[in-house]
């Protein structure tokens, strides 16, 4: 055994630097000890650098004799032949492989044809596959070797043809064919391949309209493409054809909403509820149409009045039809959010939350939830200290959970508003430990805000300007916002507030969505601060507007590289990094949304 390893050592050093003569020597004695396929190759490879054809067909002569059923090697014999130049002989013997292929046994077929493929003569390794579909007679589907083969040839038709023709008869290998189709031609829109395919499948929807294999290609090909208003339509036509209870519909709708095409998602649950109150998923549909319009509305530029007021009816019908019960609490949550914070019906939202705390079989985290949204707006209305009771309560029940602290990180932001800096302080570098990064990172940044802003002059009023600032605009009283930060500037200037001034007059402009002009304040915060804490905040930000709001993708990309390479101990490095890969075209999934 050691000697052998020596011989191989030395074998693959010899071949490697190109002394083919020594090379030879050893694999001829590795191969005359072991006959196997590694040592038979190798040392033909030599032979065929020499080059010694002679020996070349003695060895291979010799395969073929100690390994008969395997009829691969008699194509490396044609090959010897081809590499003499004598293509007449050549060809000879690859017509006579084909023609001793008489038995049906898939593993030989696969040998020749595969043999023929390696060495690159493609019109054998075609004619070696398809002599094999007669031999087997249907009992193996030589369509994929097939159509591989065309694909190498450049015949596309013809390859898309053999992957259709495989699904006419099993079905089962629909995924397959997509991950060959996929891998091979790519799926870009205007390509000439993606037209060919669409045609072929259109023209046997149309000849076999029972066959439904062909509309789920169809439908995956204009996913894969991102068309999902004609996958809908597709979807829609077979779910009807079919009978079939809205289950395709909810997929789509799901891809829909991971891919931000919220009018078609929307679409798909508003089909599936047409189905009726008895369908499966008609719940489901109900609560999921409800969701996908509250992210269009969150998630998108182009919402109007009208689809605020749609989705409030929404709403208030769904949950007038299942009841106001357990079920239902996190819905009426919702629609307190859209009628507070879009709506301005802070009265209305208030009185639906207040309803929800009451429904005493809720789940004890879901009416927490409630607790935690209803302080939120009292803050907004200006009944600070009631909303610190429900922060509290929730604090209290929750105190080992992220909800507890979620809700001590909010009673400690209080605090902060109305000035007692110290006490909010000692709060938030508790919750710096939390197990919430998103948590953790709040309290530090708030933490930082007050370190950095207190005992600089003695009477903290830059920092009472700035918190007032900031409830104010949380009040959505944002010209008053607006002037305090002026007053900052004018008073204060140069001060170590400065970033957080420039942060909070780009929140104020986001959500007033005055985009461009949000983006100016986060490329000042880029440019003049650097060093400061809210620098990884202001890119990522930045990157997000570009991506999402001023479709800008390059320069979205550009700013999550900095990130990445400027900040790598960010909070938002993982996420920049999912979105970079995203846009550089790494996959098409759509990384989530961090508020």
């Known amino acids: 055994m050691s000697q052998t390893s020596l011989d191989e050592q030395l074998a693959a050093q010899y071949y490697q630097s190109g002394d083919f003569q020594l090379a030879a020597i050893y694999y001829e004695k590795l191969y005359n000890k072991k006959p196997t396929d590694f040592y038979y190759n190798y040392y033909l490879k030599s032979l065929f650098e020499l080059p010694d054809f002679d020996a070349a067909e003695k060895l291979v002569k010799k395969q073929i004799k100690t390994w008969p059923d395997n009829p691969g090697y008699a194509v490396d014999l044609g090959m010897v032949y081809n590499t003499q130049g004598n293509s007449k002989k050549a060809k000879q013997q690859f017509e006579k492989s084909i023609k001793n292929l008489e038995r049906p046994v898939v593993n030989e077929i696969l040998q020749l044809g595969n043999a023929f493929n390696r060495i690159g003569e493609k019109e054998y390794a075609l004619k070696t596959f398809q002599k094999g579909e007669k031999l087997m007679n249907g009992d193996y589907p030589f369509n994929f070797q097939i159509a591989r083969v065309y694909g190498d040839m450049g015949n596309y038709d013809a390859m898309i043809e053999q992957y259709l023709t495989l699904l006419e008869k099993r079905q089962s290998y629909l995924q397959s064919v997509q991950n060959e189709l996929n891998r091979t031609i790519g799926l870009e829109k205007e390509s000439q391949l993606n037209q060919m395919l669409k045609e072929q499948l259109l023209r046997r929807i149309q000849k076999t309209p029972n066959q439904t294999v062909y509309a789920e290609m169809l439908i995956w090909m204009y996913v894969q493409q991102k068309e999902f208003k004609s996958a809908f339509t597709q979807a829609k036509a077979l779910d009807r054809r079919q009978k079939e209870d809205g289950e395709r519909i909810m997929a789509l709708a799901q891809l829909g909403r991971s891919n931000k095409a919220y009018d078609v998602a929307i679409q798909c649950y508003e089909y599936v509820i047409t189905k009726g109150e008895d369908n499966y998923y008609y719940i489901e549909s109900k609560v999921s149409l409800l969701q996908v319009m509250n992210q269009k509305i969150i998630y998108t530029t182009n919402y109007t009045t009208a689809d605020l007021t749609k989705l409030e009816s929404q709403y208030m019908s769904t949950i007038d039809e ?32 207040e309803e929800a705390i009451g429904i005493g079989n809720a789940a004890p985290e879901h009416i927490a939830r409630c607790k935690i949204s209803l302080g939120d707006i009292l803050i907004a209305k200006g009944d600070i200290w009631e909303a610190s009771l429900y922060f509290s309560q929730v604090e209290k029940m929750y105190k080992y959970d992220v909800l507890g602290q979620e809700s001590k990180f909010k009673k400690a932001r209080i605090y902060y508003y109305t000035g007692d800096f110290e006490w909010a302080k000692s709060q938030l570098d508790v919750l710096k430990g939390s197990t919430s990064k998103l948590i953790a ?145 790494d996959f098409s999934e759509t990384p989530a949304i961090i508020d």
Do not use: C
Not at 322 to 348: C, F, P
Not at 536 to 562: F, M, P, S, T, W
Not at 569 to 582: C, D, M, P
């Open 322 to 353: 299942l009841g106001r019960n357990a079920r239902t609490v996190l819905l009426m949550n919702k629609l307190a959010h859209l009628e507070a914070y879009y709506l301005h019906n802070t009265d209305k939202a208030i009185s639906l939350l």
């Open 441 to 585: 990172n709040d309290a530090l940044e708030l933490s930082l805000l007050i370190t950095d802003n207190t005992g600089i002059d003695t009477t903290e009023n830059t920092l009472r300007m700035f918190a007032r600032a900031d409830l104010l605009a949380v009040q959505n009283k944002d010209d008053a916002a607006w002037k305090t930060l002026d007053s900052i500037n004018e008073l204060y200037p140069y001060h170590a507030v400065e970033d957080e001034v420039l942060y909070k007059r780009y929140q104020i402009k986001l959500k007033q969505r005055e985009y461009s002009e949000a983006a100016t304040f986060l490329e000042k915060i880029i440019d003049q601060h650097s060093e400061d804490i809210l620098a990884d905040n202001a890119l990522y930000n930045l990157g997000d507007l570009y991506q999402y709001r001023l479709n800008d993708k390059e320069k979205a990309k550009e700013l999550y590289q900095r990130l990445m390479i400027d900040y790598p101990g960010s909070l938002f490095v993982v996420e920049a990094r999912k979105r970079f890969r995203q846009l550089r075209g």
